[in-house]
């Protein structure tokens, strides 16, 4: 009797056993409720800058090609505004279901800097997806210019201070401060001067009201082929693919300088990892595909993708790099 009945406790025992595994089983979410698939309608990517610019065409050429991956059309908005404000202001606020990203850059690092007060937090209040590339500037002179090489500038600049003029877009834009930090690492004092756009700043170059100019080398190429200017150096740690001839600005004998700009995707936080995970696939196929490269490596762009935590961490630093250029050059935030 005692056997029988420790064998039904021993029995009742192990059932209960699985039948509560089996119950937790059944409850957890896998179970009750399949994963959405994502994406389920367009996707809306918006982009801090107007038409036609090169964050522009590098959103239309990656989007068209993770369109086809994620089976559904990604959206390009334009909102272009100050400090790219209004795009993130409208991304960070969206539904964290990763059907509206944000075409994040360098741009959202400065913005720190250049205002008092941001209604978001680069850093805690998007999630990034993945780097898409970087692209070069240029420092570029007229091609009647006396100076033959970024040497002779900087020997100019040393010897008589102030009288170097470096053209420019609006203050606190890439361009700006790459030319303030120029100032600073070269050990020249110089006078920037600000124009309302890039056209602006050629014409300027070209009719000699400035000597230098700092400007994104693929809208400047045409004019480069043309022989209307000339490229005495280019920004990065190394060689632009498109001119390859040209010397960084690190071999040029300014060492220690070095600036790219980038552009990148991100999503609102509190994103499902696995919508990261499936956009972060897409966009990395995109980056990798022969068409893409072929658009974009024309513009001068360098593509590569990341991981999220590795564009998280290129977020961070640029804050703290750009923001130190903002103090050293005196700039109010607004």
């Known amino acids: ?100 990203l944000l075409l994040l850059s360098n741009g959202n690092a400065v913005s720190v800097g250049l205002f008092k007060k941001l209604p978001y937090d680069p850093l805690k209040d998007f999630a990034p997806v993945s780097l898409l590339g970087t692209f070069d500037l240029g420092l ?56 309302k756009g890039s056209p602006a700043v050629l014409t300027a170059l070209r009719a000699g009201e400035v000597d230098l100019a700092f400007e994104i080398v693929g809208p400047m190429l045409p004019q480069v082929q043309a022989g209307a200017v000339r490229a005495l150096a280019t920004s990065a740690d190394r060689r632009n693919p498109e001119l390859p001839q040209v010397p960084t600005v690190i071999e040029a004998g300014v060492p220690g300088y070095h600036v790219a700009s980038w552009n990148a995707l991100a999503a609102p936080a ?10 972060n696939r897409a966009a990395r196929e995109a980056v990798a595909a022969p068409a893409v490269q072929e658009k974009l490596g024309k513009l001068g762009m360098r593509l590569a993708a990341s991981t999220p935590a590795e564009l998280q961490a290129l977020l961070a630093s640029e804050i703290q790099r750009w923001g130190a250029v903002i103090r050293s050059a005196r700039i109010e935030p607004g």
């Open 140 to 195: 570029f002179v007229p091609a009647s210019s006396r100076f033959a090489s970024l040497r002779e500038v900087v020997a100019f600049a040393k010897a008589q201070p102030g009288k170097l003029n470096i053209g420019t877009i609006t203050p606190g834009s890439t361009q700006h401060l790459a030319a303030k930090l120029f100032e600073t690492v070269a050990g020249i004092e110089a006078l920037v001067v600000p124009y």
């Open 1 to 100: 009797m005692t056997m029988t009945c420790t064998r039904r406790t021993a029995i009742t025992r192990s059932a209960g056993g699985v039948l509560a595994t089996f119950a937790a089983f059944a409850t957890s979410p896998r179970m009750t409720s399949a994963q959405p698939r994502f994406p389920e309608r367009p996707v809306s990517l918006l982009v801090p800058f107007g038409p036609g610019g090169i964050a522009d065409l590098t959103a239309r050429a990656v989007a068209e090609h993770m369109s086809k991956t994620l089976g559904q059309p990604i959206v390009i908005e334009n909102k272009p505004s100050a400090g790219s404000i209004v795009a993130s202001q409208a991304v960070a606020s969206a539904k964290s279901d990763g059907h509206t």
């Open 270 to 279: 509190g994103t499902p990892p696995a919508v990261i995970e499936a956009l």
